[in-house]
């Protein structure tokens, strides 16, 4: 008994020696940590006061805290930044679809502004400015070192002004100056019309208006194709969309699927990790789907592409999307101000993360350079110069069908034509009403 005893009063001075060579360390690294963090802040505060008394300028000491708090947050990732009130009332406007500027979406990489996508019908994108394009330059003001909302702020100014970029573009030799005219940009979230029997959805951004206009806009087309049965598919172009509300992106995807996973979101606990499942009701009653992408096509729109893909719902064609698999928080700061913070990262229903990688076209389609109007009247003038049989002296005629079978065969070559058109307009979007035929023709006869 005495020896049982011995040994648990050994064994508990064992574990109380054990705790102290293991937790005490623990501690006091905790301890430290603790301390290196006051001293940190001790030597913001002495910093701060030697530029306020010895700075060659006076400063405004507001304006030097707000540069503090932006830059320990821009140096987290490219998407978290501070918002000031003048700042986070302008996203305000921009997420409700209305706001001033020249209609780009912009990140920072390695210091430059690179454009994410130019929107449609604004300034920026009639001026010719391209997805990828780094911009260097404003008014001949470098923007090499500002910070995004400090180089962003540059391009703003009065409506009918003018602004002057310098661009930087892959397979130009030279940067390039390009002039715009500020404008009010009105976002028109989607736009929608209809080639031949397919409906095609151009969503441009995802604002507060992007979900109920996609769907008012698709009931405009069926109605005017006299039904569902008359529609042979719907494309979805999310080309040059830079995203913007996760919920709209939820609820776009949501309206063409019956059920399974849209989307996850996994933050930095387990529990602040989100899984949105898809709801019954399909807007399209199961007709096929092509979804548009290319570089300029993020966030938002690469969650609808992606889900819709991994529930084998749609064909994507185009090229690799941007690539941008992080969910912002933003966060109410006293006086008006807001804090814009990377919380999670998405997750397509497979379980793929497309941050730094994109989502990946099923077919590839690339949109061919624009060909010199000179080439493009020849190949035109080409194309009229070639001859058929009903060209030939003699010809036999075909007295086999009816005029309403020949009216048939025309309006179908009319059709063709329109087509071949469209091909020298939008490729991609040929290509994508291409394939939306292809299946329809594959489909059961009535």
Known sequence: MKKFVMAAVGGTLAGVIATTQIAGPLLAQESAKTVNVYEQLDLFGDIFERIRAQYVEQVDSSELIEAAINGMLTSLDPHSSYLSPKAAAKMREQTRGEFGGLGIEVTQEEGFVKVVSPIDGTPAAEAGIEAGDFITHVNGESLLGLLLDDAVELMRGPVGSEIIITVVREGEAEPFDVSIIRDTIQLTAVRARTVGSTAVLRLTTFNEQTYPKMKEELAKQIDALGGIDNLNGIVIDLRNNPGGLLNQAIAVSDAFLEEGEIVSTRGRELA???????????????????????????????????????????????????????????????????????????????????????????????????????????????????????????????????????????????????????????????????????????????
């Open 272 to 446: 602040d990790g989100d899984r949105v499942n898809a709801t019954p009701g399909d807007l399209s009653q199961g007709k096929p789907i092509v979804v548009l992408i290319n570089g300029g096509s993020a966030s938002a729109s690469e969650i609808v592409a992606g889900a819709l893909q991994d529930h084998r719902r749609a064909i994507v064609i185009g090229t690799k999307s941007f690539g941008k698999g992080s969910v912002q928080t933003v966060m109410p700061l006293r006086g008006d101000g807001a804090m814009r913070l990377t919380t999670a990262r998405y997750y397509t229903p497979s379980g793929r993360s497309i941050q730094a990688l994109g989502v990946s076209p099923d077919i590839i389609v690339a949109q061919p350079p624009a060909k010199p109007a000179a080439e493009d009247e020849d190949e035109k003038n080409s194309a009229r110069r070639t001859r058929s049989e009903a060209d030939l002296r003699g010809r036999l005629n075909n007295d086999s069908l009816t005029d309403d079978q020949i009216k048939q065969i025309e309006a179908d070559r009319d059709k063709a034509e329109k087509a071949a058109e469209l091909r020298e307009e939008d490729y991609q979007l040929a290509y994508a009403i291409d394939i939306l035929k292809g299946l329809s023709a594959l489909g059961p006869k009535e």
